[in-house]
Nanobody
Framework: QVQVVESGAGLAQPGGSLRLSCAASGSIFSIGHMGWYRQAPGKQRELVATISNGSMKVYGDSVKGRFTISRDNAKNTADLQMNSLKPEDTAVYHC??????????????WGQGTQVTVSS
């Protein structure tokens, strides 16, 4: 069994900052990509940022220059630093990890999501 758990939900004012964390745990042999996606009410889930195990990063157009993704391979964690927040960043943020289990199965694991609200 493997899982990912997000933390760092919160309320921020426009222009403010929040930091989200994602931790993968369980029978992990290795982790490939880790990433953050978000879904606002009435909208499709969209890419926020992903990072490979070699630290190659991809960002969604709407967050480039404002958000930064990082990971700690030793701790199986991926963080998302969000700066210059806008009301349109309000959404449920989900962590995703592509995990190779100790049984050598490949699984794409999603977290339950964490709410980010940007409002004055």
């Amino acid at each position: 069994q493997v899982q990912v758990v997000e933390s760092g939900a919160g309320l921020a004012q426009p222009g403010g900052s929040l930091r989200l964390s994602c931790a993968a745990s369980g029978s992990i042999f290795s982790i490939g990509h880790m990433g953050w996606y978000r879904q606002a009410p009435g909208k499709q889930r969209e890419l926020v940022a992903t990072i490979s195990n070699g630290s190659m990063k991809v960002y969604g157009d709407s967050v480039k220059g404002r958000f930064t993704i990082s990971r700690d391979n030793a701790k199986n964690t991926a963080d998302l630093q969000m700066n210059s927040l806008k009301p349109e960043d309000t959404a449920v943020y989900h962590c995703n990890a592509f995990i190779i289990t100790t049984g050598r199965a490949s699984v794409s694991v999603w977290g339950q999501g964490t709410q980010v609200t940007v409002s004055s």
